[in-house]
């Protein structure tokens, strides 16, 4: 009898035991969390600063900048700068610790995000965002992408924008264009990289799957939206 009870008393004593190694494990899984979202939180939150406080004299030279390229009267027609989407950036501590990991130098120091809505009320579909970004004296970044900004002054119908979304759509199909198996996509839109301008993309879909996972694939047409001439046909894929 006295053997079965302190068996007994050994097995709740190793029960307890590992109860309470389940509860500190626990305890302290919760805690490694939480100083996981407290870490990332304040990382987070170092990166962006002054997000509707954007000094004044930057503003200035921002919106001098604009000018230079679209001329005043293009500025003041069609050019908004957006107060709520333009804000101040310094880098996180992990970037600085981690310098091999950045693209571009002038992310490593603190700059200014600059962007401004771009609205032509005479061709509704111009509805588009500039962006860029300048130092803390408010000087345009070497180096940085600039969208959004043809150069009127040097080309003046580089913002004509003559072709309309029907117009790139009758091109797009002299250009061979299939009709596919649903509706093309359209987008008027600015054109980063090798040819910075403004273009109409007029994509089809030739074949698309879903019985296991979603794919898809066709064909793109880049049009000038200035000249109407086709810049590129390429072709696209996703699957997810």
């Given amino acids: 009898m006295l053997r079965k009870l302190l068996s007994k008393n050994s097995s709740m004593t190793k029960l307890i035991k590992r109860k309470h190694l389940f509860a500190v494990a626990l305890i302290l899984a919760i805690v490694s ?11 987070s939150s170092s990166v962006t600063l002054a997000r509707h406080n954007i000094p004044i004299s930057i503003v200035e030279k921002s919106n001098q900048f604009i000018i230079s390229k679209f001329g005043q009267d293009f500025f003041d027609n069609y050019i908004q700068y957006s107060k709520s989407e333009s804000y101040y950036i310094v880098p996180d501590k992990y970037l600085l610790d981690h310098p091999e990991i950045v693209a571009h130098e002038f992310l490593l120091k603190p700059y200014y995000h600059m962007e401004y809505t771009f609205k032509m009320p005479e061709k509704p579909f111009v509805d588009e965002l500039i962006q860029f970004s300048v130092d803390t004296n ?6 940085s992408e600039v969208s959004g900004i043809p150069d009127l002054i ?3 119908s580089a ?6 979304e029907a117009q790139a759509r009758v091109i797009a199909k002299n250009a061979g264009l299939e009709d596919g198996i649903a509706d093309w996509t359209t987008s008027f839109h600015w054109f980063a990289g090798n040819l910075n301008t403004y273009v109409w993309s007029i994509q089809n879909t030739l074949q698309e799957d879903s019985k296991f996972a979603y794919s898809a694939n066709g064909r793109e047409i880049i049009i000038d939206a200035n ?3 086709v810049l590129n046909i390429v072709e696209w894929s996703c699957q997810s």
């Fill in 33 to 43: 969390i939480a100083l996981i979202f407290a870490t990332q939180f304040t990382l």
């Fill in 159 to 164: 913002a004509n924008f003559t072709i309309d």
């Fill in 138 to 143: 408010g000087t345009v970044i070497a180096g």
């Fill in 227 to 229: 000249s109407g001439k």
């Fill in 154 to 156: 040097n080309n003046p």
